[in-house]
């Protein structure tokens, strides 16, 4: 069964940082593109990263340019978010996403094919 599993969330003070991780169990990331998304209380989701299966294409959502990094490491099955300079404003529920890398994708695609269940990010003094 084709899985991907979230960790890496928890309580931080802005300023702060968290990096997340995305593992797949059940298949090989090599081939997969990978969309980090968010979810915050009484919002709609949105995507924060995506990432090529090559791991060259990156794109951010405006809000996180310049604090989020997103990057990959194949031999590992792991996709990582680094998230730095982390605001009241990013606290929410954060979602990775698989899908088969067949065309060019952006941040905006939400067409994927594999999502983990959430970790929660929260940001608070």
């Known amino acids: 069964q084709k899985q991907v599993a979230e960790s890496g969330g928890g309580l931080v003070q802005p300023g702060g940082s968290l990096r997340l991780s995305c593992a797949a169990s059940g298949f090989r990331l090599d081939y997969y593109a990978i969309g980090w998304f968010r979810q915050a209380p009484g919002k709609e989701r949105e995507g924060v990263s995506y990432?090529?299966?090559?791991?060259?294409?990156?794109d951010y959502a405006d809000s996180v340019k310049g604090r989020f990094t997103t990057s990959r490491d194949n031999a590992k099955n792991t996709v990582y978010l680094q998230m730095n300079s982390l605001k009241p404003e990013d606290t929410a529920v954060y979602y990775c996403?698989?899908?088969?890398?067949?065309?060019?994708?952006?941040?905006?695609?939400?067409?994927?094919?594999?999502w983990g269940q959430g970790t929660q990010v929260t940001v608070s003094a």
């Open positions: 996403a698989a899908v088969v890398d067949l065309r060019p994708r952006t941040v905006a695609d939400t067409d994927y094919d594999y």
């Open positions: 990432i090529s299966a090559s791991g060259r294409t990156t």
